[in-house]
């Protein structure tokens, strides 16, 4: 027989609260024209940043991947964290072009 996990409601809602707020910041940081090189720079690693974090609590709490040991959260873990490197460094490349 297969349990399945749940969340409470309010633990969802509020993970839900902080993905809005993550997307808002992301909005935020990410929207400045005409910003220096560096500027650029690290508001796009912020940006990545974000995106891990939001992709984590997606992973964890609205996939049930949070349990402790879970192969499939490391190795889903490690693919986000690599295309969000992937996408930096592309970013980067393009600005030193």
Known sequence: MR???TM??????????????????????????????SLALAGAALVMVFAFVKGRLI???YMGLGAPATGWRRGL???LLLVCAVILGAYLFGLTR
């Open 59 to 61: 992973l964890t709490r």
């Open 3 to 5: 349990r399945t996990m």
């Open 77 to 79: 873990t490690l693919y």
């Open 8 to 37: 409470p409601p309010r633990t969802l809602a509020g993970t839900w609260v902080l993905l809005a707020g993550l997307t808002l910041a992301t909005m935020l940081v990410g929207g400045g024209e005409g910003q220096g090189r």
